[in-house]
């Protein structure tokens, strides 16, 4: 019986034609042996599996090769290359720094630098995992990294460049060597399987390659793993997906089309026959956020490339895509990955996945139910300018004087005689106060038109009076009413009753916050000092209604408002617990024996 021998062994590359994924590694390398340029010191960094150390024998190999060819490869027969392929050549030492990572070490290999080689034409140390090498071993190797002798080159390999010494880095040229795509390593594995004589389905191969993540060697050994497990050369997908325990993308696509139809059950059972199947709830999680992401690639035909799948999952990611909304995707995109985020601190697990599913599946109608609202707000913005216009009266007729309505509670119409194309309920200041007494109905309306005549230009006003919102009255008083003393107190408390007024008309909080700010009477002037500029906005934009109000109120006719922008003069109220108990802290100093005598803690 032959001695079996792994695939990442028994097909490992030998030359840089063979080596799969590093085109461009390959490339600068070949030109370097080409034009005669070798650096003295090449790092070569990356994942693992991608070829690093292979790429140092290779190189190792080519540059003492005696018959190189204009391919620049080695020949493969010459003395030096048959000894390199027996492992007795004298020209090329492998070091592996993870077990020999010592100062010792590092001089000891010094100490074979000094010797120039016997045949051949340089001396190749390559060294393996060097970023286990420890500081002081660094340091020794410093001086002859930088200043080696002619004929010694060095080949570093790592896959942590980071834990390198910055003064290491600066002596070697760097390559980085990148994740090999599944494309390519499905290619590389379908090559083997028919040296092997073995029949592999591709999707089968594109399979072991996704589940590799760009690792050519972890491909290799999965490879043997499921050519094992099979009886009869025969390698499926359905076999690999079982040996290599990968959740079947089929089941996102179901669970795709069960939240795009708004099923809760169906998603729900899918995902319990999931986890019946031993799959962790986690990975489906991931996978689902995955599913997502390539439907949402698949929306432009520009990212379509951005699909690391088989062509027969391709075109079942471009069809679920053209069923899938792209709002659908975005929400689903954010609401999965808070899911994902949580997932560990959770204390039961399965829920905490279930209740994510109850929300995507709920999705489809909360964005219905938004894009029907829009519609209707759409049309209700296109409605009310026609109303406004068929609404609105000359500035002179906006509001004609109502006389008293008679005792028995019948209106007059002797006011509208001069105006018979015009309505009986066009004058709208009045409507909102019909259910107060008719009596101050007239003196009412004529001071509240005077007010905005006065503060608003005579081109604004149809245009004011037609925007503003008939249910509320701020500069309204009570027939008769005396107007008080300009005072910091009233102005206070009229201020005060304005932003009860705005609270039920339901003002914005930035208007809330604003109103609730403390105020200064500076004479005429109102000093208020704000958090940003948001809040001095929300001032401006009712500026004409507070003062509109506050002069109703006050004999203050020259009354006028000055915000800024001023956060370290806002008094901020405690929030945070710790805050509060500071504030009650300086009222009543005996909390704090009392917080030391029990040695209690604020409760953050």
């Known amino acids: 019986m032959d001695h079996f021998v792994v695939s990442a062994r028994k097909y490992r590359p030998v030359t840089f034609d063979s080596v799969v994924g590093q085109s461009h590694i390959t490339t600068t390398l070949k030109n370097a042996i080409r034009t005669n340029h070798l650096a003295q010191a090449f790092l070569f960094c990356g994942p693992r599996g991608v070829g690093k150390t292979t790429c140092a024998r290779i190189l190792a190999k080519t540059i003492n090769c005696q018959n190189l060819g204009d391919d620049v490869e080695a020949c493969g027969e010459c003395e030096s290359c048959v000894s390199f392929q027996n492992n007795a050549s004298f020209n090329i030492h492998e070091l592996d720094a993870a077990s020999n990572n010592s100062v010792e070490d590092i001089r000891n290999l010094i100490d074979q630098v000094r010797y120039p080689p016997q045949t051949g034409k340089y001396k190749i140390y390559i060294i393996d995992e060097v970023h286990m090498l420890s500081q002081a071993a660094f340091n020794a190797f410093l001086k002859t990294l930088e200043?080696?002798?002619?004929?010694?080159?060095?080949?570093?390999?790592?896959?942590?460049?980071?834990?390198?010494?910055?003064?290491i880095l600066s002596r070697c040229q760097i390559f980085?060597?990148?994740?090999?795509?599944?494309?390519?390593?499905?290619?590389?594995?379908?090559?083997?399987?028919?040296?092997?004589?073995?029949?592999?389905?591709?999707?089968?191969?594109?399979?072991?390659?996704?589940?590799?993540?760009?690792?050519?060697?972890?491909?290799?050994?999965?490879?043997?793993?499921n050519v094992t497990f099979s009886t009869n050369n025969h390698l499926t997908y359905a076999a690999v997906l079982e040996n290599l325990h990968i959740l079947d993308y089929d089941y996102y696509f179901k669970i795709t089309d069960a939240l795009t139809a708004g099923s809760i059950a169906r998603s729900l059972v899918l995902f319990d026959e999931i986890l019946r199947k031993g799959f962790d709830g986690h990975l489906f999680v991931i996978g689902l956020l995955e599913h997502f992401r390539n439907l949402l690639v698949c929306k432009d035909p520009a990212t379509v490339t951005l699909l690391q799948v088989s062509e027969s999952a391709e075109r079942k990611y471009l069809e679920q895509s053209l069923m899938a909304d792209l709002s659908f995707l975005l929400s689903a995109l954010s609401i999965t990955g808070q899911c994902d985020i949580n997932y560990k601190s959770a204390k039961n697990q399965r829920l905490h996945v279930e209740l994510c599913l109850m929300k995507l599946a709920n999705l489809p109608q909360v964005l219905?139910?938004?894009?029907?609202?829009?519609?209707?707000?759409?049309?209700?913005k296109k409605v009310e300018p026609q109303q406004s216009l068929n609404n609105a009266a000359p500035p002179s007729q906006a509001a004609p004087p109502q006389p008293a309505a008679p005792a028995n509670g019948q209106s007059n119409g002797s006011a509208y005689a001069n105006t018979p194309s015009q309505p009986v309920a066009a004058p709208q200041q009045a409507t909102p106060q019909q259910s107060a007494p008719q009596q101050a109905a007239p003196s009412r309306l004529?001071?509240?038109?005077?007010?905005?005549?006065?503060?608003?230009?005579?081109?604004?006003?149809?245009?004011?009076?037609?925007?503003?919102e008939p249910s509320v009255d701020y500069a309204a008083v009570p027939n008769g009413a005396?107007?008080?003393?300009?005072?910091?107190?009233?102005?206070?408390?009229?201020?005060?009753?304005?932003?009860?007024?705005?609270?039920?008309?339901?003002?914005?909080?930035?208007?809330?916050?604003?109103?609730?700010?403390?105020?200064?009477?500076?004479?005429?002037?109102?000093?208020?000092?704000?958090?940003?500029?948001?809040?001095?906005?929300?001032?401006?934009?009712?500026?004409?209604?507070?003062?509109?109000?506050?002069?109703?109120?006050?004999?203050?006719?020259?009354?006028?408002?000055?915000?800024?922008?001023?956060?370290?003069?806002?008094n901020r109220l405690p929030y945070t617990p710790a805050e509060k108990f500071n504030f009650l802290a300086e009222k009543n100093p005996y909390l704090l024996e009392l917080k030391q005598a029990l040695g209690l803690d604020v409760d953050f």
Do not use: C
């Open 482 to 570: 005396k107007r008080e003393e300009l005072t910091l107190a009233n102005l206070q408390r009229f201020w005060y009753e304005f932003s009860q007024k705005r609270l039920q008309a339901g003002n914005s909080t930035t208007e809330q916050i604003t109103l609730n700010r403390e105020i200064q009477l500076n004479g005429t002037t109102i000093e208020i000092a704000l958090d940003n500029d948001h809040q001095q906005d929300a001032v401006m934009n009712m500026r004409y209604e507070l003062l509109g109000f506050l002069k109703a109120r006050m004999d203050a006719p020259k009354l006028d408002i000055n915000p800024r922008v001023a956060p370290q003069e806002v």
């Open 147 to 167: 200043e080696p002798p002619s004929y010694a080159i060095f080949i570093l390999a790592t896959t942590e460049k980071h834990k390198i010494l910055p003064t």
């Open 368 to 380: 219905q139910l938004h894009s029907l609202a829009a519609v209707d707000e759409t049309a209700k």
């Open 446 to 468: 004529k001071s509240t038109v005077s007010l905005t005549q006065s503060l608003t230009p005579p081109a604004q006003q149809t245009t004011k009076q037609s925007n503003t």
């Open 176 to 225: 980085d060597f990148n994740r090999i795509q599944s494309k390519d390593i499905a290619r590389h594995l379908a090559d083997i399987a028919k040296k092997e004589g073995i029949n592999a389905e591709h999707e089968a191969l594109e399979l072991i390659g996704q589940k590799a993540d760009g690792g050519l060697r972890d491909a290799l050994s999965m490879f043997d793993l």
